[in-house]
């Protein structure tokens, strides 16, 4: 009988494959117990540059395949299901194209999982991802792609480029569980949650047809559906800088929130759309909707980009 593998990681891409690179080296540093094992998938939304080939290379270090669906545009959430449809484990790990995991990042979110009795979200902690790659350069210039793990050590200490999700947990403390909308910081970047409730509550949305908002969709009914959310910050990602435009980033994602208020139509899904997440949970318990005072950070963050009349992107990848 053979042994199903104790994860599955997810990597959708389009047109990456120097970036893809950077993440399947990094999946081939990863240090498990021994009785662990896991598997990689990626899952490729219409690239017609050498992904296939580079994904070929790997086959001798990696349990991987590719999944392949035509360009019809931008398919992040289709690609992604397809991940989970085929995962043969009991934990999907999600991470983007470009993103390089420590070596021990798949064992930290594992652990997660194990030291909870009920199906857990984990949040992952990303290093040198900012909302306009304005350091691109200087980051690319500074990590060690032949050894990242001095580069996780080296910006650690340093304190350079953290994750910008440092001022939510400055603001409310590390236990996400215990606030009412940890889902807003469950990006797909580097995230995991158990491949049986993804599965039973649908998996993305693939009504998201531009950049922006589907990982939060897929959070929020994670929680609905009782997951428990929990961030490691062992479980820990480089984001390598790349090209990317991010005011029409932005522009889709003002889009996509608007959608997500419309879908869900709670208090907590209304504020999405006009408030900067990290404000959302000091509204709601200034509202009354939350347990715990509101913070003395309240109303120091605005949105970079405001515009409520802007139509979705389609097509816009990252």
């Not at 947990?169 to 996400?176: H, I, M, S, V």
Request: aromatic share 10%; hydrophobic share 35%.
């Amino acid at each position: 009988m053979t042994i199903p593998p104790a994860c599955t990681v997810v990597v959708p891409t389009y047109n990456r494959s120097a970036l893809l690179r950077h993440t399947l080296d990094s999946l081939c540093r990863q240090r498990l117990a021994a009785h662990d094992s896991f598997e990689v998938i990626v899952s490729d939304d219409g690239s017609t540059d050498d992904t296939a080939q580079l994904v070929a290379e790997y086959r001798d270090r990696l349990d991987i395949r590719h999944l392949f669906q035509e360009d019809e545009g931008y398919r992040v959430a289709k690609a992604r299901n397809a991940g989970i449809a085929y995962a043969r484990s009991r934990v999907c790990v999600f991470v983007d194209s470009g993103v390089i995991l420590r070596s021990g990042a798949l064992a930290a979110h594992l652990a997660a999982h194990r030291q909870t009795s009920t199906p857990a979200a984990v949040i992952g902690y990303v290093l040198c991802f900012n909302e306009g790659n304005e350091d691109g350069d200087e980051i690319t210039k500074s990590l060690d792609f032949a050894d990242p793990d001095a580069s996780f050590a080296e910006f650690t200490a340093g304190h350079r480029w953290p994750d910008i999700r440092e001022d939510y947990y400055a603001r409310y403390g590390e236990d996400l569980d215990a606030l009412t909308a940890p889902w807003l910081m469950w990006w797909t970047c580097n995230a995991s949650a158990s491949t049986e409730l993804l599965r039973e509550t649908g998996g993305f949305d693939e009504a998201y047809r531009s950049w922006g908002a589907e990982d939060v969709d897929l959070g929020y009914r994670l929680r609905e559906a009782g997951a428990r959310f929990v961030l490691r910050r062992d479980a820990a990602a480089i984001h390598v800088p790349h090209p990317k435009s991010y005011e029409d980033n932005m522009r889709s994602a003002a889009a996509n929130y608007r959608y997500f208020a419309e879908k869900y139509d709670t208090p907590v899904a209304r504020l999405v759309p006009d408030h900067h997440f990290h404000e959302i949970e000091d509204i709601l318990r200034s509202r009354g909707l939350a347990d715990g005072e509101v913070t003395d950070r309240f109303g120091t963050v605005t949105r970079p980009i405001d515009d409520r009349d802007a139509e979705a992107q389609g097509g816009v990848r990252s």
